[in-house]
């Protein structure tokens, strides 16, 4: 319930807040994908691939989308799988799993002939939001390891 809602809140605050940033090289981070890294450390490969193939169906359908539904859904459940495994500690997962959605979405997305998968997106866009991502995430990750911690304690 609190790993939803923090998946949730995050969907949110992407939307609404952080995509309308005028961050410098046109980049944005990840919040949604941070929110599902965290929650995924606390609860596990089961509930983590769970909660990213429902975070990805969100992302799926939240305006403005402009690939095929299930695409994100796909993606976000293997990375919730990965990251609840934990693999080399939290610091090593979360880096490996902000690296490894971009590229699974392009991959995904190459695959089913997307348009916007081109090699200067992949060189231009994707090192951007992968920095931007990784800056903010010691705070994402903390809030939700936090909440999910606290759930678990009462």
Do not use: K
């Not at 919040?31 to 490969?45: F, Y």
């Amino acid at each position: 319930m609190i790993g939803g809602l923090s998946v949730v809140i995050a969907l949110l605050a992407q939307v609404m807040l952080v995509n309308r940033l005028p961050l410098p090289a046109g980049g944005a981070p990840d919040l949604v994908l941070l929110a599902l890294i965290g929650t995924a450390l606390s609860r596990g490969s089961a509930s983590g691939a769970m909660l990213g193939f429902f975070a990805g169906l969100l992302v799926d359908v939240m305006p403005p989308t402009a690939h095929l539904l299930g695409q994100y859904a796909f993606v976000l459940a293997l990375v919730g799988y990965v990251a609840g495994h934990g693999a080399g500690g939290p610091v090593t997962t979360v880096v490996l799993c902000v690296l490894m959605a971009p590229l699974l979405a392009a991959g995904v997305g190459g695959l089913i002939s997307d348009s916007r998968v081109t090699m200067s997106t992949l060189t231009e866009q994707v090192p951007v939001t992968v920095v931007y991502t990784l800056l903010v995430s010691p705070i994402v990750i903390w809030l939700t390891t936090r909440a999910g911690r606290a759930r678990f304690s009462t």
